[in-house]
């Protein structure tokens, strides 16, 4: 059993930064892939980014490609989410995910074990 709790969301101007956090309970963190979703108000939750259990490689949908970076620290059982050049369109509640198994077909729902109770991130224009 793996229970994450993200932190970190708010409220920012565009072209501001924050970095979310995702903690996470249990020994066994470092095995998984971690990925970061996003649900904005109407819209169906999308994967926005994974990084790996194995050797920390790092995926990302084109929207935030170039502008967020997902970071893991095992020791701390915590995986980030640092978010520059923030867009309105990037305002939506954002969770965390466990998969026991890979970031193959990361952006999909259904891989997924574990997932986090979500974050606001609202970004105003």
């Known amino acids: 059993q793996v229970q994450l709790v993200e932190s970190g969301g708010g409220l920012v101007q565009a072209g501001g930064s924050l970095r979310l956090s995702c903690a996470a309970s249990g020994r066994t963190f470092s095995s998984y892939a971690m990925g970061w979703f996003r649900q904005a108000p109407g819209k169906e939750r999308e994967g926005i980014s994974c990084?790996?259990?194995?050797?920390?490689?790092?995926y990302y949908v084109d929207s935030v490609k170039g502008r967020f970076t997902i970071s893991r620290d095992n020791a701390k059982n915590t995986v980030y989410l640092q978010m520059n050049s923030l867009k309105p369109e990037d305002t939506a509640v954002y969770y965390c995910?466990?998969?026991?198994?890979?970031?193959?077909?990361?952006?999909?729902?259904?891989?997924?074990?574990?997932w986090g109770q979500g974050t606001q991130v609202t970004v105003s224009s």
């Open positions: 995910a466990a998969d026991s198994s890979t970031c193959s077909g990361y952006t999909l729902l259904y891989g997924y074990d574990y």
């Open positions: 990084i790996s259990s194995s050797d920390g490689s790092t």
